[in-house]
């Protein structure tokens, strides 16, 4: 429901949603929400994962999802830059509205599946780049012909306005990917619970 993760029959559980409606919720994002109604500032659940390193049975070990890219000029040559700002299921769930933004550690990820898929010169753009406005480097996005770093405030604010006026279907597919499940209940959960960014 929340991680749009399959779920096996009689795996999960069904879970009452405010249109009182009821949906399955896979055992991760039911771990997540038990966890998340429960915790309080002295954090009783310490400092273990809240996410399994493991599949937990009933969930599907891989999730289908389109990598998605927007072009942007360049704010330094002025030229075209196509920067990876989003990731979404290629069967979102019915509460899975809109896409997530790619942060640095899923960037990571996304940078080696464009390796493979023969998207070299995009991968090549993703790399540490010193920020003066984070006051540190980051993985980031890159022009593909100055190298000027693409920031991601400013693509998330373009990204997010984009996707208000014309959905997901305006920006590029780079690519479909097939990902760990456990990978993609990271970029929805973050590390505890925190939830990922929306491009909204």
């Known amino acids: 429901m929340t991680c749009s993760v399959h779920i096996a029959a009689g795996a999960g559980a069904l879970v009452l949603c405010d249109d009182d409606k009821r949906r399955a919720q896979c055992p991760v994002c039911q771990e997540i929400e038990f966890r998340c109604q429960r915790w309080d500032h002295n954090d009783q659940f310490g400092s273990d994962p809240w996410i399994p390193d493991v599949v937990p049975p009933g969930c599907a070990a891989t999730i289908s999802v389109r990598v998605l890219a927007m072009d942007r000029s360049c704010w330094k040559c002025g030229k075209t830059a196509t920067c990876v700002v989003g990731l979404y299921p290629t069967q979102p769930a019915r509460t899975d509205h809109w896409p997530r933004m790619v942060d640095e550690e899923s960037r990571a990820w996304v940078k080696d599946l464009l390796v493979r898929a023969g998207l070299g010169l995009i991968a090549e753009s993703i790399k540490p780049r010193w920020s003066s406005t984070v ?10 012909h100055c190298d000027a ?5 400013p693509l998330g604010e373009e990204a997010s306005e984009m ?11 780079l ?3 097939e990902i760990s499940s456990l990978a993609w209940q990271h970029v929805v959960h973050g590390e505890r619970g925190q939830g990922g960014n929306l491009l909204m």
């Open 135 to 144: 006051g540190a480097r980051y993985l980031s996005n890159g022009c593909q």
């Open 149 to 153: 770093l693409q920031g991601d405030f």
């Open 163 to 173: 996707f208000s006026t014309g959905g997901v279907g305006v920006f590029t597919t």
């Open 175 to 177: 690519m479909v990917a």
